[in-house]
């Protein structure tokens, strides 16, 4: 019997000459919260891409649940799969209410037909929808502001919004790309407690996949850590297991002073250390194309919440 959850096997994605993963493994099982963390450009942003069907991988293949999984961003709501963006990208012109409801759409009974004719299973629907939205933003502690509009609410209630919007999917799995970003400690430690009771909910539990560069949030929720850097994983274990591991110091730090016996750059060439001049190209050429895709990906995400994509496709082979 196969196992239950989201896998990765040997994902390979380059733009143009630049190998932005390669040969990356990982499992996202059920009842279980996964991180991926790594320094900038490592790939963590294309690698969600590649999830959500935005970046299309050279190499590899994903299954969900044993079966081959080809990923399209309008289709990912049907087959359970929900995402934050690091960008929020609520729609200015709804209220809170209404911008969670929309997360809500795959779960409308009722079609095109009876909305545009107004036919009473139509409004049956949205009152449905309405009640469910409202009990998200309650869950989350902000149904105060239900009836506001997101732009007038402190950042970390939009973020909130945003995570709401996901969540009223009722997703088997959620993608929160770093959902801490511009979060106070406070914040930061109601958002911890959340994570960790996702999985673990008696309604609606989901599986997390995590990107973060808040180490804190991430060591405290996360039950394995998945490391890249350059594209490889270099790294994968448990928060304790990646914490000593030195290949992660390595990676976040530099390697270590080995002494004075090792020659540094001659000041006097002009060629600096020509290895970190490398490092830090491939790193910046690889975020503006991941920062591209990503983009892109706020846009169609949150275009598909908003549109209702007609007879309902899985996305799944057997």
Known sequence: ?????????HIGVRFGGLTALDDVSLRVPAGRVVGVIGPNGAGKTTLFNV???????????????????RPRPHRLAGIGIART????????????LENVMAGAGRLARSGFGAAL?????????????????????????????AHAAPGTLPFAVQK????ARALAARPRLLLLDEPAGGLAADDVDELAALIRQLPRQATDPCAVLLVEHHMDLVMSVCDEIVVLDFGRVIATGSPAEIRDDPAVADAYLGAADTGADTPGPDPDSGTGDVGSHTATAHSDAVDA????????????????????????VDGVTS
């Open 51 to 69: 999830v959500c069907g935005i970046v299309a991988p050279v190499a590899g293949s994903l299954t969900l649940d044993g079966r081959a999984l």
């Open 117 to 145: 004719f107004g036919l009473p299973r139509s409004d049956r629907d949205e009152r449905r929808l309405r009640t469910w939205a409202y009990e998200v933003l309650d869950g989350l502690g902000i149904a105060g502001h």
């Open 1 to 9: 019997m196969p196992e239950e959850g989201l896998a990765l096997h």
């Open 160 to 163: 909130r919004v945003g995570l």
């Open 289 to 312: 194309r991941s920062d591209a895709a990503a983009s892109h990906s706020d846009a169609v995400v949150a275009h598909s919440d908003a549109v209702e994509a007609g007879p309902r």
């Open 85 to 96: 963006l690091q960008g929020i990208g609520l729609f200015a012109g709804l209220t809170v």
